[in-house]
C-alpha cells in the first residue's frame, strides 16, 4: 500500500522512512500541533504510529477523525495508551483525554454507537479493529489497538 508513514509524539522515538511529528522540536522531527488540523491531505498515509500520545490531546472526535482523514482506504493506525482501567492514565499531569477499548466503539464501523452518536457528534471516522490486546505494565493496562480505515 503507497502512502506516507507518519510516528505522531515522536520525541522520544525517531523511526527511519517515517514523518516523525512532535509538538517538541527535536533532531529529525517535524514539528506539528495535532491538536489543530494536521498537515497532511486526505487519504495520504498508508500507516499512523501513535504510541503513547491520544491521551496527551483534548479533543478525542478531532484526532479520531484526523487520523481517518489522512489515512488511505484501508490504511492502519496502531495507537498503544494508558487505559482508565487503571492509574497510569490519570497520574500524568499532562493526560488531558482518558480512553479505554469502548472509548474506540464510538469510531467503528457497524457499532450501535457509532450508528446512533456519529452525525450529531461530528464523526466521521470510521475503523474496523484488526487487532487488539492489553498488556500489563507498572502504571497499570496498556492497551493497544489497529484500526484500519474504512472508507468509499
Known sequence: ???????????????????????????????VDLRQPWPWPDASAALVIAWDIIEHLPDK????????RVLVPGGTA??????????????????????NRRSFLYYTD???YRERFAASYG?????????????????????????EAVKP
Open 1 to 31: 500500500m503507497l502512502g506516507l508513514r507518519i510516528n505522531l509524539g515522536a520525541a522520544d522515538r525517531v523511526f527511519a522512512g517515517f514523518i516523525n511529528a512532535d509538538i517538541t522540536p527535536g533532531p529529525d522531527i517535524t514539528v
Open 61 to 68: 472526535i478531532h484526532t479520531m477523525n484526523e487520523l481517518w
Open 123 to 147: 464523526i466521521t471516522a470510521k475503523f474496523r479493529v484488526t487487532r487488539e490486546a492489553m498488556e500489563n505494565t507498572m502504571d497499570g493496562p496498556k492497551l493497544t489497538i489497529v484500526l
Open 110 to 112: 457497524g457499532c450501535p
Open 78 to 99: 496502531e495507537i498503544i495508551a494508558p487505559t482508565t482501567d487503571g492509574p497510569g492514565a490519570f497520574q500524568d499531569p499532562q493526560h488531558c483525554s482518558y480512553w
